[in-house]
């Protein structure tokens, strides 16, 4: 069947990339979550999009700043350990590395929790980088823009999950990706009509803000049946 996935947990009522907002997608009983992920001064993975933590009164670099002194200014930061500790045996988690030369303080959070994961990054070198340190890592490239050959963008990263942006998912492409032995997941869907043409495409998975269980959006999303997307594949 056809995943969906929370973009940033599911943020409506609470803020996004909070532990609140993961739980709220479990709530809903979302296959998975996606969530972004830096690293400290002292090489603590923490849960942020950005690379500064903002407030009305500060404004830190999380690469530049230690754990402790963001908590202290942003208390609902959360660990990604914690993330993984709150997921695991519920959902996936899909985690987006936002930067380089951090891929080992990454890979050890993940080495030690048994939460299932997946990384994924717009910059492809790193992902190759993970895969090296992590064989065994599921990992998947982003993309805001229509290549000429996807796969071949999947096949330089030893990645099998292409993220793509919807606007630029079509039938072609998930085929040739499928047939390559990889997975489409189409970012960011936020309308049901957007659900029920990427369901009869074939994408692996729908990365979607939208706060609905998705029993309901798999209802919504057609007759069509996507691929399996058993973590465990």
């Not at 999009?49 to 959360?78: C, F, W």
């Not at 660990?79 to 930067?99: F, P, Q, S």
């Not at 992902?127 to 992590?134: A, F, K, N, Q």
């Not at 936020?190 to 029920?196: K, L």
Request: proline share 3%; aromatic share 6%.
């Amino acid at each position: 069947m056809t995943e969906f996935i929370a973009h940033r947990g599911i943020h409506d009522v609470v803020t996004e990339n909070t532990l609140d907002a993961f739980q709220r997608a479990l709530d809903l009983g979302f296959h998975a979550i996606e969530l972004d992920v830096h690293v400290t001064a002292d090489g603590i993975c923490v849960v942020h999009h950005d690379e500064s933590v903002i407030t009305p009164k500060v404004a830190l670099s999380i690469r530049g700043t230690y754990y402790n002194t963001l908590q202290s200014a942003a208390p609902m930061l959360p660990r990604l350990d914690a993330v993984l500790d709150l997921v695991a045996g519920k959902a996936h988690a899909y985690v987006e590395l936002k930067n380089r030369d951090v891929e080992t303080e990454l890979a050890e959070v993940l080495r030690r929790s048994s939460a299932e994961t997946s990384v994924h990054s717009f910059d492809h070198e790193v992902i190759l980088r993970m895969r090296r340190i992590l064989p065994q890592l599921r990992t998947g490239i982003l993309q805001t823009s229509r290549l000429v050959d996807s796969v071949n963008a999947l096949r330089a990263a030893e990645a099998t999950d292409l993220w793509q942006w919807h606007e630029f998912v079509d039938r072609a492409l998930v085929e040739q990706v499928t047939a390559a032995g990889g997975r489409v997941i189409a970012w960011t869907a936020n309308t049901p009509s957007e659900w029920r043409v990427f369901a009869d495409l074939g994408v692996a998975a729908i990365c979607t803000d939208l706060p609905i269980s998705p029993t309901l959006a798999s209802a919504q999303s057609s007759h069509h049946r996507g691929p399996s997307l058993d973590a465990n594949d």
